[in-house]
């Protein structure tokens, strides 16, 4: 195998074999807990412009498949991984991660110590990296030096969708009840397929769709989507503000976050971010623990929160904001995945309380 190495924003150099595209890549570094789910990972639109490492070990042992993606392509930048796995055992696999990532110009690097890496981004915090097989540390660090920061690319306008399209439901799908305008900030389709399966007809806008079009569709609701990058995005912030009082809202990650932001609440950018499927989260008002999906970098400062807001959720590691909930208004916005993929399915009743608020609203 070829060799390659990942070299660190901070000068730490990792050697290993490549596997994926032969070619370099750069993008901040991040790790995922997560057991299984790999491909979900790599189609999931929240990582564009970063490079994943798994903290599992072994990857690519159950291949690639057609139906567990999250969006029409693969969103990171490159892949890490202990060991990649080039015989797949599973009846659904359709081809290996190896042949996955070549076919879309990924590149990815095995063989490396991914706890150290895991250990280093914990202790100094995540950072800007880089995957090559063709320079020297010195080289790939000098020109990683020189590349535009992770924080000033406005990411959610490179996911987004282009034009307005309907989501297709599927045949076991009830009909349409109620009409939602998915503002797409980098949604994933797990989202989309669940709104689908409860009754609702979806219509998904381009994140640069001024408020007045998105109220002109007539939607019973709205739900800013998930997505990646920093949040302090003015145009969206304006978007989201426009539409406060006019029809029932939900948030999700970085709609959540946009949702304080409308409101006047401050973000900050977390150490090394909430990555992977075992997040504890407790509802302030019932006071139930859910364990969750979690993928973001930045939060909700707590105590900038305002505008008839309150935090509803809370993160039980580090003690940030996983919720909000207005107190006169329709609206509530979770941090975390309700549709998870991967990780646990405890909160997918989140989507029925946005209904159950459309439907209120509606009467």
Sequence with gaps: M??????????????????????????????NTSMTGYQEMLTDPSYAGQIVVPTYPIIGNYGINSEDVESGRIQVSGFVVRENCPMPSHWQSITTLHEYLAASGIPGISGVDTRAITRRL??????????????????ALERLKKLPRYDNIDFARQVTTETIYRWKPRECDPPPSYHIVVVDCGVKYSTLRILSSMGCLLTVVPSITPAEEILDLNPDGILLSSGPGNPALPYLEETVRKLIGKKPIMGI???????????????????????GGNHPVRDLVTGRVYITAQNHGYAVDADSVKGGLEVSHINLNDGTVEGLRHRELPIFSIQYHPEASPGPLDNVCLFERFLEMVRGVNI
């Design 253 to 275: 990650c970085l709609g959540h976050q946009l949702i304080g932001r409308a409101f006047g609440a401050q973000t900050f950018k977390l150490k090394f971010g909430h990555r």
């Design 122 to 139: 914990r202790s100094a915090g995540v950072m800007m990296g880089t995957i090559t097989s063709e320079e020297s540390p010195e080289e």
């Design 2 to 31: 070829k060799k390659a190495i990942l070299v660190l924003g901070d000068g730490s150099v990792y050697e290993g074999d490549s596997f994926g595209a032969d070619r370099s890549a750069y993008g901040e570094v991040v790790f």
